[in-house]
């Protein structure tokens, strides 16, 4: 039998990290045996759905590539068949009706009237391919009434579940280890119904740094947020397959293809894993040094991460393109972020250089050096192909003629023309800066 697998978001937020984690395991489950991957649409929350977490949702699986099959399923278009599904029960006399719930203990604590199914006294075992045998004792539920149908002709999520797994012909569910107490319930019913029961692999939660389940109060939950921020559909998915599974040999970076290869739902790890930014960080980086700089370019242009103003968005066209690769490729090992350009690499756009007063303060400010700043600005200016090398063989003939040693002259300048102690290599950042705005920060700093 073909493995089939489902990913079934609720649209009533954007997609979280350890929701999308969910989707990738039952992705990459999917992909590696050849079988399918579905996505449905848990929308019966009429108050909490919304249209526009329905379209994020999508939008971030489509940026982490997690492209799934067919149709999309919607939970909203099938009350129908939870109804047929429901009056199964009622005719066979295991489901039945109720006004209302009082002095009934049901899994959804007090509800209208309702289709309700009531739990017999029994032991209900599962093995999970993960946490091995489950079994519960159902008077040990704390329930023993399980709410199907509410009073607006909506299906509970237990029953929608169960049916659509059922009718979807699912034959694994994957999903967070926060489910592993619906699991026991959802079993009697798929009994009840008569269908087969699918395995189960409930995967652990991710944690906050302080131990608590990843909320927003420990940063970014969203997908969409590390997208806006800059990092790569496949650095976050490569970061979160390892956070719960190894491909083994301490292997860190690893391709879509080979994670599909060596995927084992069995080697995910039992216990939650800590969400830890800095090493998702740390991926992100390797995957931006991996990437080319064309692409690179295409991805900061589209995504909105390079300045929107400013003068170097004047001179349009092809040079402007070759500019910005060039100030790419320059900064390439040093982004962490494609939203790094700016902060990294702003002074390459900005028309007025900030300065960093900490920089200005330890090698600008008292620099010997400023005393020849008006001097090399002239020899500069003078400069007609003002590229790496006639800029270098520039600055080393100063400071030959001058008698000073070439750091005193190459720092201070760095700090004039960036705004920075620290840089990409200065001959070439010149070159891209342009003579008039290198000639401009120097005749600034000229003493
Ligand atoms: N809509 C449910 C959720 O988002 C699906 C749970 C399941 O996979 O069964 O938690």
Redesign the pocket.
């Known amino acids: 039998m073909s493995v089939r697998v489902?990913?079934?978001?609720?649209p009533t937020g954007f997609l979280h990290i350890g929701?999308a984690r969910?989707a990738l395991f039952n992705w990459l489950f999917a992909r590696h045996h050849k079988g399918e991957f579905i996505l449905r649409i848990?929308d019966t929350d009429r108050v909490r759905s919304n249209e526009k977490f329905l379209k994020e949702i999508m939008e971030s699986l489509q940026w982490m590539g997690l492209n799934w099959d067919g149709e999309i399923e919607y939970q909203m278009k099938r009350l129908d068949i939870y109804r047929e599904h429901a009056e199964r029960l009622l005719k066979s006399g295991k489901a039945k009706k109720v006004d209302g719930t009082q002095g009934v203990k049901t899994d959804e604590g007090e509800v209208g009237s309702a289709i309700v199914f009531p739990l017999e006294a029994r032991k209900v075992s599962f093995d999970d391919l993960l946490h091995g045998r489950i079994e519960v004792d159902t008077t040990q539920l704390g329930y023993d009434t399980v709410v199907l149908m509410k009073a607006d002709g909506t299906p509970t999520?237990n029953f929608a579940?169960v049916v659509d797994d059922a009718t979807m012909g699912m034959t694994h569910?994957i999903?967070?280890d926060?489910?592993i107490s619906?699991t026991p319930k959802q079993i009697v019913l798929y009994e009840a119904l008569g269908y087969p029961i699918p395995q189960f692999a409930h995967i652990p939660l991710i944690l906050g740094p302080d131990g608590g389940r990843l909320s927003k109060r420990h940063g970014a939950t969203s997908i969409e947020e590390y997208h806006q921020r800059g990092f790569l559909g496949e650095a976050l998915v490569n970061y979160l397959a390892l956070l719960a599974w190894s491909p083994g040999n301490n292997q860190e970076i690893i391709s879509l293809k080979e994670m599909i290869e060596k995927f084992d739902i069995a080697d995910v790890n039992k216990t939650a894993a800590t969400f830890d930014l800095q090493k998702l960080t740390w991926v992100n980086h390797q995957y931006i040094k991996q990437t080319p700089v064309e692409k690179l370019v295409q991805l900061m242009t589209e995504g909105g991460f390079l300045p929107e103003n400013g003068k170097w968005k004047l001179e349009n066209g092809e040079k402007q393109k070759a500019w910005l690769a060039q100030v790419v490729e320059l900064l390439h090992d040093r982004l962490d972020t494609l939203a790094d350009i700016k902060t990294v690499g702003g002074f390459f756009f900005a028309e007025k250089i900030e300065d960093d007063p900490a920089a200005v303060e330890q090698v600008l400010k008292e620099a010997k050096a400023r005393s020849y700043f008006g001097d090399l600005a002239g020899r500069l200016e003078a400069v007609n192909n003002f590229e790496h090398d006639p800029i270098e063989q520039v600055m080393r003939d100063f400071c030959q003629e001058k008698n000073i040693k070439t750091k005193e002259l190459f720092h201070p300048v760095r700090v004039a023309v960036t705004g920075r102690s620290v840089s990409p290599p200065l001959f070439q950042t010149m070159a891209l800066l342009g003579k008039e705005k290198v000639v401009r920060s120097l005749k600034r700093w000229a003493a």
């Not at 489902?6 to 609720?10: G, N, T």
Request: hydrophobic share 20%; proline share 6%.
């Open positions: 489902r990913f079934a978001p609720s929701s969910t848990e999520y579940c569910i999903r967070g926060d489910h619906n």
